[in-house]
Protein backbone atom coordinates (compact mmCIF):
# COMPACT_ATOMS: atom_id res chain seq x y z
CA UNK A 1 0.00 0.00 0.00
CA UNK A 2 2.83 2.33 0.70
CA UNK A 3 5.10 1.11 -2.15
CA UNK A 4 1.73 2.61 -4.35
CA UNK A 5 1.15 5.69 -2.63
CA UNK A 6 4.90 6.69 -2.57
CA UNK A 7 4.67 5.66 -6.83
CA UNK A 8 1.76 7.77 -7.29
CA UNK A 9 3.19 10.40 -5.35
CA UNK A 10 6.39 10.52 -7.28
CA UNK A 11 4.32 10.68 -10.31
CA UNK A 12 2.23 13.61 -9.35
CA UNK A 13 5.59 14.81 -8.59
CA UNK A 14 7.23 14.52 -12.04
CA UNK A 15 4.14 15.53 -13.76
CA UNK A 16 3.89 18.77 -11.77
CA UNK A 17 7.67 19.56 -12.55
CA UNK A 18 6.89 19.32 -16.29
CA UNK A 19 3.95 21.66 -15.70
CA UNK A 20 6.40 24.09 -14.07
CA UNK A 21 9.16 23.64 -16.80
CA UNK A 22 6.82 23.94 -19.69
CA UNK A 23 4.79 27.31 -17.76
CA UNK A 24 8.03 28.71 -17.11
CA UNK A 25 9.85 27.88 -20.67
CA UNK A 26 8.47 30.96 -22.49
CA UNK A 27 9.75 33.46 -19.88
CA UNK A 28 13.46 32.06 -19.35
CA UNK A 29 13.56 31.98 -23.03
CA UNK A 30 12.78 35.60 -23.20
CA UNK A 31 15.18 36.67 -20.40
CA UNK A 32 17.65 34.53 -22.28
CA UNK A 33 17.02 36.32 -25.82
CA UNK A 34 17.91 39.64 -24.00
CA UNK A 35 21.19 38.60 -24.33
CA UNK A 36 21.60 37.65 -27.69
CA UNK A 37 22.50 39.88 -30.72
CA UNK A 38 19.70 40.66 -32.45
CA UNK A 39 20.60 38.58 -35.21
CA UNK A 40 20.52 35.62 -33.00
CA UNK A 41 17.29 36.08 -31.23
CA UNK A 42 15.42 34.09 -34.23
CA UNK A 43 18.73 32.47 -36.14
CA UNK A 44 17.67 29.10 -37.17
CA UNK A 45 19.13 26.13 -36.07
CA UNK A 46 17.63 27.21 -32.91
CA UNK A 47 19.93 28.14 -29.63
CA UNK A 48 18.23 27.95 -26.35
CA UNK A 49 21.73 29.81 -24.90
CA UNK A 50 23.25 32.60 -26.57
CA UNK A 51 26.54 32.16 -27.89
CA UNK A 52 27.74 35.05 -26.47
CA UNK A 53 26.22 37.01 -23.21
CA UNK A 54 25.15 40.41 -23.89
CA UNK A 55 24.31 43.18 -21.55
CA UNK A 56 24.18 45.60 -23.76
CA UNK A 57 20.30 45.09 -24.55
CA UNK A 58 19.38 45.82 -21.19
CA UNK A 59 20.97 48.42 -20.26
CA UNK A 60 19.70 49.90 -23.30
CA UNK A 61 16.23 49.64 -22.81
CA UNK A 62 16.85 50.80 -19.52
CA UNK A 63 18.40 53.47 -20.63
CA UNK A 64 15.59 54.55 -22.83
CA UNK A 65 13.63 57.19 -21.56
CA UNK A 66 10.39 56.22 -23.27
CA UNK A 67 10.17 52.62 -21.65
CA UNK A 68 10.80 54.27 -18.32
CA UNK A 69 8.58 56.65 -18.71
CA UNK A 70 5.65 54.31 -19.83
CA UNK A 71 6.84 51.41 -16.99
CA UNK A 72 6.20 54.25 -14.46
CA UNK A 73 3.25 55.25 -16.32
CA UNK A 74 1.33 51.76 -16.42
CA UNK A 75 2.70 50.75 -13.08
CA UNK A 76 0.56 53.89 -11.60
CA UNK A 77 -2.06 53.02 -13.85
CA UNK A 78 -2.35 49.54 -12.65
CA UNK A 79 -1.89 50.37 -8.88
CA UNK A 80 -4.88 53.34 -9.56
CA UNK A 81 -7.58 50.78 -10.95
CA UNK A 82 -6.78 47.83 -8.57
CA UNK A 83 -7.92 50.17 -5.46
CA UNK A 84 -10.71 52.16 -7.00
CA UNK A 85 -11.69 48.32 -8.23
CA UNK A 86 -11.53 46.93 -4.81
CA UNK A 87 -13.32 50.29 -3.15
CA UNK A 88 -16.34 50.31 -5.72
CA UNK A 89 -16.69 46.47 -6.23
CA UNK A 90 -16.57 46.11 -2.32
CA UNK A 91 -18.91 48.77 -1.33
CA UNK A 92 -21.44 47.11 -4.03
CA UNK A 93 -20.96 44.24 -2.85
CA UNK A 94 -21.44 44.83 1.16
CA UNK A 95 -24.66 46.19 -0.54
CA UNK A 96 -26.33 43.12 -1.89
CA UNK A 97 -25.16 40.87 0.63
CA UNK A 98 -26.15 42.96 3.87
CA UNK A 99 -28.78 45.17 2.56
CA UNK A 100 -32.61 44.98 1.92
CA UNK A 101 -34.14 46.87 -0.70
CA UNK A 102 -36.62 47.00 -3.56
CA UNK A 103 -35.58 44.89 -6.97
CA UNK A 104 -32.62 43.70 -5.14
CA UNK A 105 -32.87 40.43 -6.58
CA UNK A 106 -33.67 42.17 -10.00
CA UNK A 107 -30.56 44.12 -10.28
CA UNK A 108 -28.26 41.65 -8.66
CA UNK A 109 -29.70 39.34 -11.73
CA UNK A 110 -28.54 42.10 -13.74
CA UNK A 111 -25.39 42.63 -12.52
CA UNK A 112 -24.25 39.02 -12.82
CA UNK A 113 -25.87 38.79 -16.18
CA UNK A 114 -23.31 41.10 -17.38
CA UNK A 115 -20.06 38.64 -16.65
CA UNK A 116 -21.61 36.34 -19.95
CA UNK A 117 -21.20 39.26 -21.87
CA UNK A 118 -17.69 38.87 -23.77
CA UNK A 119 -15.64 42.26 -22.95
CA UNK A 120 -14.87 42.54 -27.18
CA UNK A 121 -19.17 42.56 -28.02
CA UNK A 122 -19.20 45.77 -26.43
CA UNK A 123 -15.73 47.09 -27.46
CA UNK A 124 -17.18 49.57 -29.71
CA UNK A 125 -20.04 51.08 -27.80
CA UNK A 126 -17.68 51.69 -25.03
CA UNK A 127 -15.36 53.26 -27.15
CA UNK A 128 -18.55 55.29 -28.53
CA UNK A 129 -19.31 56.22 -25.30
CA UNK A 130 -16.00 57.49 -23.89
CA UNK A 131 -15.20 59.28 -27.28
CA UNK A 132 -18.71 61.29 -26.38
CA UNK A 133 -17.51 62.15 -23.44
CA UNK A 134 -14.34 63.91 -24.50
CA UNK A 135 -11.98 60.83 -22.54
CA UNK A 136 -9.55 59.52 -25.22
CA UNK A 137 -6.07 60.76 -24.88
CA UNK A 138 -6.82 60.79 -21.14
CA UNK A 139 -5.47 58.86 -18.10
CA UNK A 140 -8.98 58.25 -16.96
CA UNK A 141 -10.11 56.25 -20.37
CA UNK A 142 -7.55 53.95 -19.16
CA UNK A 143 -8.67 53.52 -15.59
CA UNK A 144 -12.13 54.54 -15.13
CA UNK A 145 -14.21 52.10 -17.59
CA UNK A 146 -14.07 48.55 -15.90
CA UNK A 147 -13.60 49.43 -12.34
CA UNK A 148 -16.82 47.69 -11.74
CA UNK A 149 -16.84 44.45 -12.02
CA UNK A 150 -19.43 41.86 -12.17
CA UNK A 151 -17.01 38.92 -11.28
CA UNK A 152 -15.18 41.01 -8.49
CA UNK A 153 -18.03 42.09 -7.28
CA UNK A 154 -19.97 38.54 -7.08
CA UNK A 155 -16.50 37.16 -5.11
CA UNK A 156 -16.33 39.37 -2.64
CA UNK A 157 -20.02 39.20 -2.17
CA UNK A 158 -19.60 35.70 -1.67
CA UNK A 159 -17.02 36.16 0.75
CA UNK A 160 -19.32 38.66 2.90
CA UNK A 161 -22.19 36.23 3.08
CA UNK A 162 -19.73 34.07 5.14
CA UNK A 163 -19.29 36.51 7.78
CA UNK A 164 -21.38 35.99 10.69
CA UNK A 165 -24.34 38.03 11.20
CA UNK A 166 -23.85 38.66 15.00
CA UNK A 167 -20.86 41.02 14.69
CA UNK A 168 -22.48 43.37 12.55
CA UNK A 169 -25.77 42.99 14.70
CA UNK A 170 -23.37 43.97 17.49
CA UNK A 171 -22.06 46.84 15.78
CA UNK A 172 -25.57 47.92 15.31
CA UNK A 173 -27.04 48.07 18.84
CA UNK A 174 -23.85 49.84 19.68
CA UNK A 175 -25.09 52.58 17.48
CA UNK A 176 -22.54 51.89 14.38
CA UNK A 177 -24.15 52.61 10.99
CA UNK A 178 -23.55 51.01 8.02
CA UNK A 179 -20.83 52.97 6.49
CA UNK A 180 -18.66 52.33 9.98
CA UNK A 181 -19.36 48.98 9.95
CA UNK A 182 -18.57 47.98 6.51
CA UNK A 183 -15.49 50.49 7.09
CA UNK A 184 -14.72 48.91 10.33
CA UNK A 185 -15.79 45.26 10.51
CA UNK A 186 -15.93 44.26 6.87
CA UNK A 187 -12.81 46.06 5.32
CA UNK A 188 -10.15 44.66 7.69
CA UNK A 189 -11.98 41.18 7.53
CA UNK A 190 -11.64 41.06 3.69
CA UNK A 191 -7.91 41.10 3.60
CA UNK A 192 -7.81 38.02 1.44
CA UNK A 193 -10.05 38.65 -0.60
CA UNK A 194 -8.75 41.60 -1.29
CA UNK A 195 -5.62 40.22 -2.65
CA UNK A 196 -6.75 38.20 -4.74
CA UNK A 197 -9.48 40.61 -6.65
CA UNK A 198 -6.69 43.43 -6.60
CA UNK A 199 -3.84 41.34 -8.00
CA UNK A 200 -6.63 40.06 -10.47
CA UNK A 201 -7.35 43.85 -11.23
CA UNK A 202 -3.77 44.81 -11.44
CA UNK A 203 -2.85 41.69 -13.71
CA UNK A 204 -5.80 42.74 -16.17
CA UNK A 205 -4.71 46.75 -16.26
CA UNK A 206 -1.19 45.45 -16.46
CA UNK A 207 -1.97 43.23 -19.38
CA UNK A 208 -4.39 45.22 -21.40
CA UNK A 209 -3.35 45.79 -25.38
CA UNK A 210 -6.73 46.55 -27.68
CA UNK A 211 -8.42 48.82 -25.28
CA UNK A 212 -4.94 51.32 -24.79
CA UNK A 213 -4.38 50.73 -28.30
CA UNK A 214 -8.24 52.08 -29.14
CA UNK A 215 -8.23 54.97 -26.81
CA UNK A 216 -4.61 56.29 -26.70
CA UNK A 217 -2.44 58.05 -29.12
CA UNK A 218 -0.31 59.91 -27.06
CA UNK A 219 3.18 58.42 -26.90
CA UNK A 220 3.23 59.70 -22.84
CA UNK A 221 0.65 57.28 -21.79
CA UNK A 222 1.45 54.60 -24.20
CA UNK A 223 1.14 51.45 -21.32
CA UNK A 224 3.67 49.04 -21.28
CA UNK A 225 1.89 46.64 -24.19
CA UNK A 226 1.08 48.74 -25.95
CA UNK A 227 4.99 50.33 -25.92
CA UNK A 228 6.07 46.70 -26.54
CA UNK A 229 3.80 46.70 -29.90
CA UNK A 230 4.97 49.94 -31.02
CA UNK A 231 8.78 49.28 -30.28
CA UNK A 232 8.24 45.78 -32.90
CA UNK A 233 6.79 48.04 -35.60
CA UNK A 234 8.80 50.63 -35.41
CA UNK A 235 12.86 49.16 -34.34
CA UNK A 236 11.70 45.68 -36.06
CA UNK A 237 15.76 45.10 -36.34
CA UNK A 238 16.21 45.19 -32.66
CA UNK A 239 15.03 42.23 -31.19
CA UNK A 240 17.41 41.74 -28.58
CA UNK A 241 15.98 44.91 -26.44
CA UNK A 242 12.49 44.20 -27.57
CA UNK A 243 12.90 40.80 -25.31
CA UNK A 244 14.79 42.54 -22.36
CA UNK A 245 12.19 44.88 -22.40
CA UNK A 246 9.58 41.99 -22.73
CA UNK A 247 11.79 40.59 -19.78
CA UNK A 248 11.93 43.72 -17.56
CA UNK A 249 8.34 44.45 -17.96
CA UNK A 250 7.22 41.26 -16.62
CA UNK A 251 9.33 41.56 -13.06
CA UNK A 252 6.93 43.83 -11.31
CA UNK A 253 3.72 41.32 -11.42
CA UNK A 254 6.38 38.33 -10.24
CA UNK A 255 7.56 40.39 -7.91
CA UNK A 256 3.79 41.20 -6.46
CA UNK A 257 3.17 37.04 -6.78
CA UNK A 258 6.04 36.43 -4.82
CA UNK A 259 4.85 38.72 -2.08
CA UNK A 260 1.37 37.69 -1.83
CA UNK A 261 1.37 33.84 -3.18
CA UNK A 262 -0.05 33.32 0.65
CA UNK A 263 -3.02 35.24 0.10
CA UNK A 264 -3.55 34.21 -3.66
CA UNK A 265 -3.42 30.17 -2.00
CA UNK A 266 -5.89 31.69 0.87
CA UNK A 267 -8.32 33.22 -1.92
CA UNK A 268 -8.41 30.10 -3.98
CA UNK A 269 -9.88 28.54 -1.03
CA UNK A 270 -12.18 30.85 -0.56
CA UNK A 271 -13.75 30.73 -4.09
CA UNK A 272 -14.97 26.94 -2.37
CA UNK A 273 -16.70 29.25 0.24
CA UNK A 274 -20.74 28.97 -0.48
Same mark, same amino acid.
Given at each position: ?23 L ?10 F?E ?17 ? $? ?10 ? /? ?5 ? !? ?7 V ?11 ? !?A ?13 ? @??? =?? %? ?11 ? $? ?12 V ?11 ? %? ?5 ? %? ?8 ? +? ?10 ? @? ?12 ? +? *? ?22 Q %? =? /? ?17 ? *? ?13 ? !? ?5 ? *? ?7
Amino acid at each position: MKTKQTAAKATLTVIALICTLLALFPLVWVILAGFKEKTEVLATPFRFLPRQWLS $VNYADIVKDAAF /QETMLTT !FGGALLFAVLCLAVNAAAAYV !FARLEFRFKTFLWLYV @IST =MF %IPSMAILLTSFIV $VNKLGMLDTFAVLVLPGVASAGSMFF %IRQFYLN %IPLALEEAAL +IDGADRMRIFTS @IFVPMSYPVFVIVG +I *GAYLGYWNSFVWPTMTITNPHLFQ %I =M /QYLATFRSERSTELGMLMA *GSALSAIPTIVLFLI !FQKYIIA *GVKISGLK
